[in-house]
């Protein structure tokens, strides 16, 4: 049986699964195991490490950002672009923000956890090429953004158009797998090209740089679910 398919009994889904092999907190025979298609027996003993809960691993990125930027939350009202199950709102709740709102084209993917939590405001089938500051009941101060199958700038085109009063700071991930055309890309969806991959990011630093004062980059501690190097820009001081 493959490693991922035996540890879902664990961890509930198979996604999960997988995320939690692919970051190394899965051990078989005592033995850190990485390759989801691992194939163990049932005489194999398969172990745990167990971390902080966050709904998805996405978390963990935004909070590197958190932590790198010294960005605070405290009190500030959030869009979360991109919600998908919830992670970056999830962070942004524990960091104390006074409102997130978690937006998603899609239906169904948040958590049932973080409804509980009367801070959290679900925007479920909300294009945010469409979205308008009507939206949202409060001033918007913080965003992040982390979407796939779509290039960043096709949506920041329109969001960075409309005239945020309070708007100070941004995270977004970078994923250069959908910046780049599919011919760029090997059969499993990875970029391999490293300048390449430095062009993509420096061309969003300066896309960025046209609406924000500062923007930095850093490398996302945790690779894309294909195995790609995604990045976290941080732009502060709207201009």
């Known amino acids: 049986m493959r490693l991922d398919q035996a540890a879902i009994d664990h961890y509930k889904t198979r996604t999960k699964a997988q995320d939690a092999i692919k970051d190394g907190r899965v051990f078989v025979n005592g033995k850190k195991i990485t390759k989801c298609a691992y194939q163990v027996e049932d005489t194999d003993r398969i172990t745990y490490q167990e971390i902080h809960q966050y ?73 945010a090429r469409e979205i308008q500051l ?65 062009k993509i990011i420096q061309d969003s630093i300066q896309y960025l740089k046209q609406y924000f004062i500062t923007v930095k980059a850093i490398d996302s501690p945790i690779e894309g679910r294909s195995g790609n190097l995604e990045a976290l820009l941080y732009a502060k001081g709207k201009r």
């Open 55 to 127: 709904v998805s691993r996405a978390a963990y990125k935004l909070l590197a950002a958190i932590h790198h930027f010294h960005i605070d939350l405290k009190n500030q009202c959030v869009l979360d672009i991109g919600a998908s199950t919830g992670g970056f709102s999830q962070v942004c709740l524990e960091q104390g923000a006074r409102k997130v709102y978690a937006l998603d084209v899609g239906h169904l993917q948040l958590d049932p956890s973080l409804e509980e939590d009367s801070r959290l405001i679900k925007k479920e089938g909300c294009n």
């Open 134 to 198: 009507s939206d949202f009941e409060e001033s918007i101060d913080f965003i992040c953004m982390d979407v796939s199958f779509i290039s960043s700038k096709t949506i920041l085109d329109h969001v960075l158009s409309l005239p945020w009063p309070h708007l100070e700071t941004m995270v977004i991930l970078i994923k250069p797998q959908f910046e780049c055309g599919p011919a760029a890309l090997n059969k499993k969806g990875v970029l391999k090209n490293k300048k390449l991959r430095e």
